[in-house]
């Protein structure tokens, strides 16, 4: 298997979460279909920093939107993605 070699970026780019209470317009309407998805009352920080950048957090979503919807996936893996499954 080859290797790659990961660098460490420099600057270290920041962390910025869009609470749900700042969100608006398309974002707020990813917010509220993925807690309703994922069946919690919350967004998760992680979740919310990636939806900082909303071009990575619509393909993100659309892509896991699917997997999480779907019976096949895990319950343990909700933490793992980071963002939490359906657990019935």
């Known amino acids: 298997m080859t290797c790659i070699e990961r660098f460490r970026p420099e600057p270290i780019p920041g962390i910025h979460p869009m609470p749900e209470y700042l969100a608006t317009g398309q974002r707020a309407k990813w917010y509220e279909d993925t807690k309703q998805v994922l069946q919690v ?7 919310m920093a990636y939806a900082h950048y909303p071009t990575f957090f619509g393909e993100l979503w659309r892509g896991l939107k699917p997997l999480c919807q779907s019976r096949a996936l895990p319950i343990g893996s909700r933490v793992t993605i980071g963002f939490g499954c359906r657990t019935d």
């Not at 009352?41 to 979740?47: D, E, I």
């Open 41 to 47: 009352p919350w967004m998760g920080v992680v979740t």
